[in-house]
């Protein structure tokens, strides 16, 4: 179902205020019992780290154990839609992505509405993605990219984990913007898709920082640009994508949502604990090193980033004609 911005605003706004079915598990008493956090993608991705890093650190602060799940399976939506099935008492949450965003558009009948049926706790962090070629191509930066690929149309393969991924999405507005045509080739998952381009197979990936940066320092990938609109720290003689195509900004990030009717009282808690670890210094020195921006954000403002990301993805996956696999 497709809903106009001010339709998505008001639902991600309104979201956490509806009145719980249930009133059993509440706050001063949340958790008694150990939590699931679930996530849609694979062990060792960005995602995956990221969850676990909160688990244990919710963990530790609330003294109940918050055991990450990985349940895999299209684009995030199995384990989406467990998290919408779950008794809304707080006991299952849902590690939330652009994927979620994406998927309101990507996937023309689903069983669930995201925003209606979910209730935003609160960001974690953005990251991100970083435009790389492989070293054989003749091109040392973007507007020579754009060159190349207006010369050659069609011939430069962009290699993704998957129809809707950011790397995928990522590149689509990358080519609506910059006017030209590339090659999409989906794989399954992110890491066959980075060691095609490492093995010279694609040519093109716009992949998190996180998992290209070693490549990239040891001279194996040729970074061209961030997605961001600014310079990363990690990378600060690598442009931004802004500096050469006005408007583009695009990043993955990521943070916690529960079934809708969850309690307000838990909400509330799991925001402030979450925005608690966020603001602590050993966690901004940890987000740093793995070059992350810490997204501290209230229940509404995160249903608000989520509702203005699907509005936003929604224009380009129909711009893009993009199909799910």
Known sequence: MKLPRRQFLRLAAGVVALPSVSR???????????????????????????????????????GQQFLTENRTGAASNLATEAVIRAPA??????????????NATLYEKLNYDFIRDTAPVGG???????MEVHPSLPVKTVPEF????????????????????????????????????L????YRGAAPALNDLLGGQVQVIFDPIPSSIEHIRAGRLRALAVTTATRSEALPSVPSMAEFVPGYD?????????????????????????????????????FADMNATILVRSPTEF????AEETERWGKVIRAAHIKAE
Request: proline letters at 6%; a positive charge; charged letters at 15%.
């Open 250 to 286: 695009a990043s993955f990030w990521c943070g916690i949502s529960a079934p809708k009717n969850t309690a307000s009282d838990i909400v509330e808690k799991l925001n402030t604990e979450i925005n608690a670890i966020l603001t602590d210094p050993r966690t901004k020195a940890r």
């Open 24 to 62: 059993v598990a509440r706050a001063d008493t949340y958790p008694a019992k150990p939590v699931r956090l679930m996530n849609g993608f694979a062990a060792g991705g960005t995602a995956d780290i990221f969850a676990r890093l909160m688990g244990q650190w919710l963990s530790e602060r609330l």
């Open 183 to 186: 090659t999409h080739v989906p």
């Open 89 to 102: 008492d707080g006991y299952t949450l849902l590690l939330v992505t652009p994927a979620n965003a994406v």
């Open 124 to 130: 974690i962090m953005a990251v991100a993605n970083v």
């Open 146 to 181: 754009i060159a190349y690929a207006k010369a050659n149309p069609g011939k430069i393969n962009m290699a993704s984990g998957g129809a809707g991924t950011t790397p995928h999405i990522f590149g689509e507005l990358f080519k609506v913007k910059a006017g030209i045509s």
């Open 303 to 306: 249903g608000n980033l989520i």
